[in-house]
Nanobody, 117 residues
Framework: QGQLVESGGDLVQPGGSLRLSCVANGFTFGTLAMTWHRQVPGKERDLVARITTTDGRTKYADSVKGRFVISWDNVNKALYLQMNSLQPEDTAVYYC??????????WGQGTPVTVSS
């Protein structure tokens, strides 16, 4: 069965950068918007960024504005999150999804980001 696949997470020092990627493995979908969320153990999954796939309009959580950039490759159906000036509070597992979200069986495992010196 198909699943979203997130990748690109890593251990990085404060001030560093990472680029996360998300593709659909084994299935296709149509969507008007894509999102990145993040989750810290014991807390709710929070919206980080959203992009409208038709016109590229973006929206960001206040905590990442000016540091993160979400983008969508409509040819390859790939979602990206460029994360700059990373801080320890950005440490989380990052997940992608459509908006509205896909059924849970299509959700990915996420990609872990750790910001630490």
């Amino acid at each position: 069965q198909g699943q979203l696949v997130e990748s690109g997470g890593d251990l990085v020092q404060p001030g560093g950068s990472l680029r996360l990627s998300c593709v659909a493995n084994g299935f296709t979908f149509g969507t008007l918007a894509m999102t990145w969320h993040r989750q810290v153990p014991g807390k709710e999954r929070d919206l980080v960024a959203r992009i409208t796939t038709t016109d590229g309009r973006t929206k960001y959580a206040d905590s990442v504005k000016g540091r993160f950039v979400i983008s969508w490759d409509n040819v390859n159906k790939a979602l990206y999150l460029q994360m700059n000036s990373l801080q320890p509070e950005d440490t989380a597992v990052y997940y992608c999804n459509t908006d509205p979200p896909l059924l849970p069986q299509y959700w990915g495992q996420g990609t872990p980001v750790t910001v630490s010196s």
